[in-house]
């Protein structure tokens, strides 16, 4: 078992950046391939980043890059996300997410899960 708990998120003005981490507990992350998913009021949940288990391969949607960064600490097992110039439409609830596989878009493909933390971004 893993358990995933992300912080970071608060409220923030249109343009500020956040930084949102993952913590694991339970098992070591290394062997898992995590991401970063949101969820919007009214909106089904998407995929925002992913990295595979080794640091070195990341993948994006379209709407955060160049924006936001993923990136891993395996010794501290914690995954982080770092969002730059962010804009109203990223408010949502970001979760993270852990994979045995490579990761995808696709929610179904992850097996553990974190509660979420809100990122409100006002205009």
């Known amino acids: 078992q893993v358990q995933l708990v992300e912080s970071g998120g608060g409220l923030v003005q249109a343009g500020g950046s956040l930084r949102l981490s993952c913590a694991a507990s339970?098992?070591?992350?290394?062997?898992?391939?995590m991401a970063w998913f949101r969820q919007a009021p009214g909106q089904e949940r998407e995929f925002v980043a992913g990295?595979?288990?080794?640091?070195?391969?990341?993948s994006y949607a379209d709407s955060p890059k160049g924006r936001f960064t993923i990136s891993r600490d395996n010794a501290k097992n914690t995954v982080y996300l770092q969002m730059n110039s962010l804009k109203p439409e990223d408010t949502a609830i970001y979760y993270c997410?852990?994979?045995?596989?490579?990761?995808?878009?696709?929610?179904?493909?992850?097996?553990?899960w974190g509660q979420g933390t809100q990122v409100t971004v006002s205009s």
């Open positions: 997410a852990a994979s045995p596989n490579y990761p995808t878009t696709y929610p179904g493909s992850y097996v553990y």
């Open positions: 339970g098992r070591s992350l290394s062997t898992y391939a």
């Open positions: 990295i595979n288990r080794s640091v070195g391969s990341t």
